[in-house]
Structures are given as structure tokens and as C-alpha cells.
């Protein structure tokens, strides 16, 4: 036997079970995970609590929970060549992270090798935020010399969004409460207050103009960077919903490549940038991270052990 989370019924962080199950094994073409620790994104709960998105992702109950995960191969299935039992390894799996044990298809969902230097905490935070902070830059065609605002700059997508943003060498104004301020100074960028007057305040820091844009929350900040003069094409939202304003470049992980996701493992591998860790929780209280992720006020990324 081992243990995963089991949700039962739609619901919020309550219909969440950490149960025996029996072992999971890696069948043809799959690898299993001994999973060390996962990341939660707001996905995770949102799959959990609106049985309409679920639909679209296929989930059907009772499901597992979580994506992101790193951890150790210790089994590996018939056809299976790169990953031998004891790789470190990090990547996601929908709706099976939360377990002892993950099996993972290589070919379809995300597996990498997790670099030396890097944490079981640490990579298990990547796959999701790290295709998607990708993905944003890529679709604002972000670049040297730019001056970039980005809006929810301290959440778990926007602390990789803002240091890849600065390693590619642009200015980077980013959105957060006053309270987050130094946070964001410590990444690098010049933090702005989000909320009514926000493109005044914008351009007050920013005289000579603001070059691109990402919105990682809501639509606020890809309006004001319309307002602001910055061309539709070169403002990405993740989180504006089916309906981007003024033909702004909605965008995801499910756009960035395998390789994209690699660079930033390197790259915090390589002291470059890092992950801000906000909390740790012990499987045991899920319930807890998972309540904590849902008030979206995470600096970085929340973190569960195994
Ligand atoms: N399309 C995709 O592939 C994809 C992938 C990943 C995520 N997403 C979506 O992208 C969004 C961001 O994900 P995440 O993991 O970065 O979320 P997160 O970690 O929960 O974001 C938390 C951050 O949001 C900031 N925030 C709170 N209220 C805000 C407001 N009104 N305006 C601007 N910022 C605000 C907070 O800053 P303060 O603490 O300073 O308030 C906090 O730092 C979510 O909606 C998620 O569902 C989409």
C-alpha cells in the first residue's frame, strides 16, 4: 500500500483524503515516482471546486490532486529508455502529484531530470509555473532593453516571470500590495501598487513608455497597459479568461516547449534566479497549503512534503 489524495466530491480544501491505496505500478511506456515533494498552483484547487474546468481537463471523480511533483524513479516500465530507477526527476502530472507514489507517461505529461544542486522542494515547483513564465515572455516578446509591467509579479508564476524577464536584460515594473514591496524589490523589479489609477501610477515611474506587458491576474494590468500605449501583441494575460482584452495575447504553459522548462532548471541550478519557497506543509496538512494558495496572496510558490 501507499498514500495519495483522494477527492470523492467537488468541493473546497474539506473533500480532500489522504488515503492508503494500493501500489501503483509503471506499465508499458511509463515511469513511477517516489515522490518527495509537490507545488501547488491555483489549478490544483480550482480543478477541486468547479466541476466545469474539471470537465475540460477530463477529470472524472474520485480523483487524485496536484501537478507539479519531484521526487526519485523506482520503477521504470517495459519501452522506457532516459530513466533508469534513482534518476532525480521533476515535472507534472495531473491529478496525481499528491501520493507516495506517481505514474507518469514521458510522452505525455512532464519529466526531466532534476539538475544537481536543486532541491526536492525546489524542483517540484517548476513544471507548471516554469512552462507558463515561458510561455508569457515568449508571447510579449520580451528583450533587452524593454521596459516590461507585469501584473501579480509575486505570485508563483510572476517570481520566474520577473527574474527571466531582468536576466534578458529589461526594466521590470511589477504589480503587487504595498506589503509585498520589498519582496519584489528583492527579484528585481519596481514594484507599483495594482488597482484603480494603476496606468497613472505606471506611468509616472515609467516617462519614456512601457514596451511589453504580462497579466497573471485578471485583466487589470493588460488594461492598463493598452491605456499605456503598448502594442496588443505584446501583452500576454494567463488569467483574463476566454476573453483577453482588445486582442491581447492569451497564453499558457501548455505553449511553452520541454526545453524552455529545462533552461529554468538550470538556470536556478546555476544561481541565476530562484524560487521563492512562501510555506511547507507536510502531506498530512494539505488541507492547510491548499487554503493557503487559494487566498492568492503567496509570495512564490507553497510547497508539500512526502
Ligand atoms: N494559463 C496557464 O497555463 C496558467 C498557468 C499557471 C497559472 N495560471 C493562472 O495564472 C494566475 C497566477 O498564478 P500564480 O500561480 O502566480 O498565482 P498565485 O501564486 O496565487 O498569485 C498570488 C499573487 O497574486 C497577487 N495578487 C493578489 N491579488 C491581486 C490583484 N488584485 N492584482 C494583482 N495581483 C494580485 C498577490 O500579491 P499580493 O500578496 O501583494 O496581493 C500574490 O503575490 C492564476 O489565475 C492561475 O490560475 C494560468
Do not use: C
Not at 506587458?213 to 501583441?233: C, I, N, R
Not at 532548471?265 to 494539505?286: F, S
Amino acid at each position: 500500500m501507499s498514500r495519495a489524495v483522494v477527492y470523492d466530491t467537488f468541493g473546497g480544501p474539506e473533500v480532500l483524503e489522504l488515503r492508503e491505496v494500493p501500489q501503483p505500478h509503471a506499465g508499458p511506456g511509463e515511469v513511477r515516482v517516489r515522490v518527495a515533494a509537490l507545488g501547488l498552483n491555483p489549478m490544483d484547487w480550482i480543478l477541486t471546486s468547479m466541476p466545469e474546468v474539471a470537465a475540460q481537463f477530463g477529470i472524472t471523480l474520485p480523483s487524485g490532486f496536484g501537478t507539479d511533483f519531484a521526487g526519485v524513479v523506482d520503477e521504470v516500465g517495459e519501452g522506457i529508455s532516459g530513466f533508469a530507477v534513482g534518476d532525480r526527476v521533476y515535472g507534472g502530472a495531473l491529478g496525481r502529484a499528491a501520493a507516495d507514489s506517481a505514474v507518469v507517461d514521458p510522452s505525455t505529461d512532464s519529466l526531466l531530470h532534476t539538475p544537481a544542486g536543486i532541491s526536492d522542494e525546489v524542483a517540484g515547483t517548476l513544471s507548471v509555473a516554469g512552462l507558463t513564465a515561458s510561455a508569457v515572455l515568449e508571447a510579449a516578446e520580451v528583450k533587452a532593453g524593454d521596459t516590461v509591467l507585469i501584473g501579480g509579479a509575486a505570485g508563483g508564476v510572476g517570481v520566474l516571470v520577473v527574474q527571466l524577464a531582468k536576466l534578458a536584460g529589461a526594466r521590470v515594473i511589477g504589480t503587487a500590495s504595498e506589503g509585498t514591496f520589498d519582496f519584489l524589490r528583492q527579484l528585481g523589479a519596481d514594484p507599483v501598487t495594482y488597482g484603480p489609477g494603476l496606468e497613472d501610477r505606471v506611468r509616472a515611474m515609467a516617462p519614456d513608455g512601457v514596451s511589453a506587458a504580462s497579466d497573471l491576474f485578471g485583466t487589470e494590468t493588460a488594461e492598463a497597459a493598452l491605456g499605456l500605449g503598448v502594442p496588443a501583441q505584446r501583452i500576454s494575460t494567463i488569467a483574463a479568461g476566454p476573453n483577453p482584452p482588445g486582442g491581447v495575447r492569451a497564453t499558457g504553459g501548455f505553449n511553452a516547449r520541454p526545453e524552455d522548462l529545462g533552461r529554468i532548471a538550470d538556470a536556478v541550478a546555476a544561481g541565476e534566479i530562484t524560487v521563492p519557497i512562501a510555506a511547507t506543509y507536510p502531506i498530512d496538512r494539505l488541507r492547510e497549503a491548499v487554503e493557503l494558495q487559494a487566498q492568492r496572496h503567496a509570495h512564490g510558490k507553497i510547497v508539500v512534503t512526502l
